[in-house]
């Protein structure tokens, strides 16, 4: 059963904006702690994007990200966002989320702290 369906890629000049979406299981979505963007560049580590506490929408963002893109969460959606703001060709990745029930979800982009995952979304930016 697939448990987080994400969406919302796509390809966008450099400066522009994407706002990707993921869907969880209205079930699952209730015992999670948190949820978080992930992305992956071809022939790089797959690294942490955003995170949100599901309870409080207390958010963390990775360095390079701060100040352009913004997480979020709607309860009755059961969905998270990534609003990709002034993105660059740096930003060409897929995009995939997660979701984690632990409390170290809160402190940290460890894959080993994220449960389930996202077929991912990818976005392109040309340079």
């Known amino acids: 059963q697939v448990q987080l369906v994400d969406s919302g890629g796509g390809s966008v000049q450099a400066g522009g904006s994407l706002r990707p979406s993921c869907v969880a299981s209205p079930i699952k979505y209730r015992g999670y702690n948190c949820m978080a963007w992930f992305r992956q560049a071809p022939g790089k580590e797959r690294e942490g994007v955003a995170r949100i506490r599901i309870r409080d929408g207390t958010t963390e963002y990775a360095d390079s990200v701060k100040g352009r893109f913004r997480i979020s969460r709607d309860h009755t959606k059961k969905t998270a966002y990534l609003q990709l703001n002034n993105l660059k060709p740096e930003d060409t990745a897929m995009y995939s989320c997660?979701?984690?029930?632990?409390?170290?979800?809160?402190?940290?982009?460890?894959?080993?702290?994220?449960?389930?995952w996202g077929q991912g979304t990818q976005v392109t930016v040309p340079s």
């Open positions: 997660a979701d984690a029930t632990g409390v170290e979800c809160l402190a940290s982009f460890a894959r080993t702290y994220y449960n389930d």
